[in-house]
């Protein structure tokens, strides 16, 4: 057991080093993580409308402050450039995520073409019923996203990577609020960039 905390402190750390020093993706994963675990309750009662959210609200910021607020130039904290930090990640990296993102999107558009997906479901037959479709495609993506990564780094890095990384994504949504929770104030001081003073004397 103590062996699969260090190695979940550690990729949480390496994560968050790596990955979060514009106060602006920062404040977007905040707003990201109190959506997932609305989300998250949403399940036991609504799974679509829960996806619906999660995918909708949840993916869309904690992504968008990835792509286009979080700097890909030289690292300096770390030492490292973007190019290496990418091949490194362990979970999604950029390339990953569009691929990701690419099929959330085809999700709609297939349903719109075929209401049954080629038989395997009934097709609906409101506005309300394929809009809770969409959902329920995307609550299995969603699904399928985290079991295919958790067992392609379990046969590429070993099952305990592949198991830590599952906890800490399922996770990371409580992570995120207490890691996260003072970034709106300091973005509201002006400061777009984290400076990782922390990180630095790590």
């Known amino acids: 057991m103590n062996s699969f905390l260090e190695a979940l402190r ?11 020093h514009s ?15 609305v989300a998250y309750g949403l399940l036991l009662v609504d799974p679509a409308l829960a996806a619906w959210l999660a995918w909708g609200v949840s993916m869309t910021t904690r992504q968008a402050g990835h792509f286009f607020f979080e700097p890909r130039g030289y690292d300096h904290v770390n030492q490292a450039t973007h190019e290496h930090k990418e091949e490194i990640k362990v979970g999604y990296n950029l390339r990953r995520k569009m691929v990701l993102m690419a099929l959330w999107a085809a999700a709609p558009v297939a349903l719109v073409l075929s209401p049954s997906l080629g038989g395997l479901i009934e097709p609906a037959s409101t506005v309300e019923g394929t809009l809770r479709d969409i959902g329920m495609a995307w609550l299995a993506l969603g699904v399928a996203g985290l079991l295919f990564r958790t067992l392609q780094l379990a046969a590429t890095q070993g099952a305990m990577t592949g198991l830590v990384w599952a906890t800490k994504i399922v996770t990371d949504p409580f992570h995120d609020i207490w890691l996260y929770h ?21």
Request: hydrophobic share 40%; with cysteine.
């Open 10 to 20: 550690v990729q949480r750390w390496d994560d968050h080093r790596y990955y979060h």
């Open 23 to 37: 106060r602006i993706n920062q404040s977007l994963h905040l707003v990201s993580a109190l959506c997932f675990v």
């Open 182 to 202: 003072r970034a709106p104030l300091a973005l509201l001081r002006g400061e777009l960039i984290d400076p990782m003073g922390h990180a630095q004397r790590h």
